[in-house]
């Protein structure tokens, strides 16, 4: 089996990115909506407290916000980005000379929600890539378009739907409601501390993921090494806690190899040789669950 393709004051022009002003493609902000914006946390790691400011940007459109920390300029430079919520990546890339988000991650919650983080000096995710709330995506910086010269500082925005600017929603954190124009806030992010790659062990990297809706993710590892595949699922609800959970891998010709039990962060590791084997895989976390068809055959 061979590695598939899974996987601010600033002078943004804060440009739609993509997206279509159709009103009538905008979905109803509805209890579903409502439940969903009170799971955002704040994007930075357990306990760090960052100051946002909403109005010292002449860019901003609506309810952005440019995050900092430190009493220097440069201070935050190269400080841990994480996602407010889970996800899917739909966009991970430098924007270059189209507007001023320079390096962007932009994720997509589901039920019409994406969180925006702009200006990062790296990113550590992939479009595509499914995402748990705290998981690291990036670092803080001070990337723009050519010619804008910007402090080192976190852009963050939510939208709802794609009738830009309309669509920016004012920010939720914790289930508490960013107190605009500014407020410092202590990040309660802190959330699940695995990552799949921890749970295979060295060697394995992941080469496909699948979201569980706003329950978990399970991931397809591969350990070029050794030709061995590894599935686990990873908690976002109830972390800590045991609770229902399953990975499984089924290796073409094999039978299927299963953990399932009450867990309080994982199921998994699940490991089986693959190498040239198409394989079957997914998981069950909450009341979702995901299983692929037999792929990543060579």
Same mark, same amino acid.
């Given at each position: ?123 550590? $995710?992939?479009? /595509? ?5 705290? =998981? *690291?995506?990036? +670092?803080?910086? !001070?990337?723009?378009? &050519? ?24 920010? $939720?954190?914790? /289930? ?5 124009? =500014? *407020?410092?806030? +202590?990040?309660? !992010?802190?959330?699940? &501390? ?38 686990? +699922? ?65």
């Amino acid at each position: 089996m061979k590695l598939g393709a899974a996987m601010v004051a600033g002078l943004a022009l804060l440009l739609s990115l993509g997206t279509t002003s159709v009103a009538a493609a905008d979905p109803v902000p509805g209890a579903d909506a409502q439940i969903l914006a009170t799971n955002f946390q704040l994007p930075f790691p357990c306990n760090q407290t960052w100051t946002g400011n909403s109005s010292n940007s002449s860019a901003h459109q609506s309810w952005e916000i440019d995050f900092n920390r430190g009493s220097t300029a440069d201070a935050d430079l190269g400080d841990t980005v994480v996602a407010a919520a889970a996800g899917t990546v739909v966009i991970s890339a430098h924007q270059g000379s189209t507007n001023g988000y320079g390096n962007l991650v932009k994720i997509d919650h589901g039920g019409g929600w994406t969180s925006y983080y702009a200006h990062l000096n790296s990113r550590t $995710v992939s479009e /595509g890539q499914a995402v748990s709330q705290g =998981q *690291q995506i990036g +670092t803080v910086g !001070n990337t723009s378009k &050519p010619g804008n010269n910007i402090s080192p500082h976190l852009h963050y925005e939510v939208r709802l739907g794609t009738n830009y600017p309309d669509n920016i929603q004012k920010a $939720v954190f914790n /289930g508490v409601t960013f107190g605009y124009p =500014q *407020q410092s806030v +202590t990040s309660k !992010n802190c959330g699940n &501390p695995h990552t799949p790659t921890e749970v295979c062990g060295s060697g394995y990297d992941v080469i496909d993921s699948a979201t569980l809706g706003s329950d978990g993710a399970v991931y397809l590892l591969y350990n070029s090494s050794n030709g061995n595949n590894c599935v686990t +699922t990873l908690k976002y609800k109830n972390v800590g806690t045991a609770t229902a959970t399953t990975a499984y891998l089924e290796v073409a010709g094999s039978t299927r190899k299963t953990d399932s039990g009450n867990f309080a962060y994982y199921a998994g590791p699940v490991i089986a040789s693959a190498s040239g084997k198409c394989v079957k895989w997914g998981g069950k976390a909450g009341a979702s669950t995901y299983d692929s068809p037999l792929e990543h055959c060579d």
